[in-house]
């Protein structure tokens, strides 16, 4: 003890030295394994600025003539697709007349539209009477020259969704609108025209109508938005609508919570119970059969059709109550003799000429 107190010193030294001899041992170990990592991404490296160095990769004359050929031909595909889709989906330009002719165009095929809807037995609405051209149809001067080209392109647009409407042998056009009048929104490579419809018909001949805008037209048009609205099945309650149906009245024998079959119900138990006072064994019958009969008349969510027996001394006439349950089928909003209002929203896309973009890449 007297020994490690004399070199308690010394102890702690040699403690310290063996510590600090411990923690280089470990930085010296990281540190190789560092230095190996880095050797190795420099082997990769020289590796592959040998290849490059050896020509198996690099921007030689020969890759730079491919690369060159390869995006030339690129360009010419797509370039090639443009002009296919124009002339596919592009609205016909031809040279614009005066504007003294294009309000007599314009007057003309109003008047042929509106002609071809009658004879389909299709009603233009009140709102379309001039199928959106309601401004210049209604001008007391010509349009400006400079408008002529647009307003007969647009008039191209509106004869074509008319006829796809008479194809579709809706029952009424309602409305039309171009919500951009004679403008139109640019998307670079092509131009969107936004055209909506309003239509009454029954669900098969509003989609057939949907179906015949993207299979039957000259042009490409892409629904955006749809919208069905049905008549209210049941405008006045279950039981009234139900009543409206089956062609009953307030008087009627047939139908009605408190209709006729209830008030007859409880009329031959009140003969009933007449009976009963004649003959006491077949009246309690009699009166029982009249307040089937009531019930029957004032039973809820059912149409009800009471019948309350006669009351007679001998009593054997026995009441009952017969009730019509309203089905699911009859508040079927989507049934095909029914008629909706269908709003539309379509966009016409038209492809623009490559011409244009070829000049500026030059």
Known sequence: MDLIRKNMGLIIYAIACLALAVFIILGIKQASSTASDLADKVTRQKEFYKKIASNSYGLTKSNLLIARQNAEL????????????TKQYRIPRERPPTSL??????????????????????MPGTGCKYFSFD???????????????????????VREIVRLVGLAEVSELSDLRRPMQLGEREEGLYNVIPIEITVIGTLSQVSKLVDLFHRDSRFLFFLRYMSLESEDQAPNGVVASYKGRTG???????????????????GGGMEGMGGGMEGMGGGMEGMGGGMEGM???????????GRGSRGSEGGNDDGGSEEIALQRKHLDAFESPRPLRAELRFELVEFMPPDSDDEEEN
Not at 77 to 82: A, M, P, S
Not at 135 to 145: E, G, I, M, R, Y
Not at 295 to 305: F, K
């Open 135 to 157: 401004t210049l149809a209604k001008a007391n001067s010509l349009p400006h020259a400079s408008h002529v080209p647009g307003i007969l392109r647009q008039l191209t647009v």
């Open 74 to 85: 690129v360009r010419g595909k797509f370039r090639d697709l443009r002009t296919l889709l």
């Open 101 to 122: 002719e294009c309000v007599r165009i314009l007057d003309n095929d109003i008047r042929a539209m509106n002609r071809d809807l009658q004879d389909k037995n299709i």
């Open 248 to 266: 009953g009245g307030e008087g009627g024998n047939s139908e009605g919570g408190m209709g006729g079959g209830g008030m007859e119900g409880m």
């Open 295 to 305: 019930g029957g008349g004032m039973g809820r969510g059912r149409i009800g059709q």
